[in-house]
């Protein structure tokens, strides 16, 4: 079964750089899994924040960025701001209309 | 502007079946590559990806929980239907259903979310 990991928690000062990460229990995430990442505040619907790697959804600000770093998934926020402070989705695309959640992260900005 | 609507029973019993719709508009699930899928997140818990329904009724479902799902869609009527059967009390959680754009591979709009409780 395909496990995809990311920190449970991270924090950062405000106006400081974090970059969080997705990874896959067996294997590299490459392209073909077409991250993406999703924000949310608990009790509320995730916000599509980031997909295909590194689009930025429509209205999200450009602190946020995707990439692959190395063998995993990355969201990077520069500048972070006190407003930024949720929960991280990543989810993967593995193929054959199969996708997989990551557990999450909560961001503290402080 | 696109949106979903999830709605279904908020208490359901233990090895009952758990029937969910969601129903949408400002999009077609006529449109080549479109799909609706459904997404659950236990309390406190991570989001779980169960199933998706393509435009041309071709079903994808989580391989842990395939035995148990069963999504199909009304496209007349804009609604997609989730059944969960022998349900039990790891299936409490918020349910989402979300909307796949064509040649994308991430979920653009949700839906925002029921709440259902087994108990």
């Known amino acids: 079964q395909t496990v995809v990991t990311q920190e449970p928690s991270f924090s950062v000062s405000p106006g400081g750089t974090v970059t969080l990460t997705c990874a896959l229990s067996?294997?590299?995430?490459?392209?073909?899994?077409?991250p993406s990442w999703y924000q949310q505040t608990p009790g509320q619907a995730p916000r599509t924040l980031i997909y295909?790697?590194?689009t930025r959804s429509s209205g999200v600000p450009d602190r946020f960025s995707g990439s692959i770093l190395g063998d995993k998934a990355a969201l990077t926020i520069t500048g972070a701001q006190a407003e930024d402070e949720f929960d991280y989705h990543c989810?993967?695309?593995?193929?054959?209309?199969?996708?997989?959640f990551g557990g999450g992260t909560k961001l503290t900005v402080l | 502007q696109i949106t979903l609507k999830e709605s279904g029973p908020a208490l359901v019993q233990p090895t009952q079946t758990l029937t969910l719709t969601c129903t949408f508009s400002g999009f077609s699930l006529n449109t080549g590559g479109v799909g609706v899928g459904w997404i659950r997140q236990p309390p406190g818990k991570a989001l779980e990806w169960l199933a998706l329904?393509?435009?041309?009724?071709?079903?994808r479902y989580s391989p842990s929980l395939k035995n148990r799902l069963t999504i199909t869609k009304d496209t007349s009527a804009n609604h997609v239907v989730l059944t969960l059967t022998n349900v039990g009390p790891d299936d409490t959680g918020t349910y989402y259903c979300?909307?796949?754009?064509?040649?994308?591979?991430?979920?653009?709009?949700w839906g925002q979310g029921t709440l259902v409780t087994v108990s």
């Open positions: 989810m993967l695309y593995m193929g054959r209309g199969i996708w997989v």
């Open positions: 329904i393509y435009w041309d009724g071709d079903p």
């Open positions: 979300a909307h796949r754009e064509a040649a994308t591979a991430h979920f653009q709009d």
């Open positions: 067996s294997g590299s995430v490459s392209t073909s899994h077409s």
């Open positions: 295909n790697i590194n």
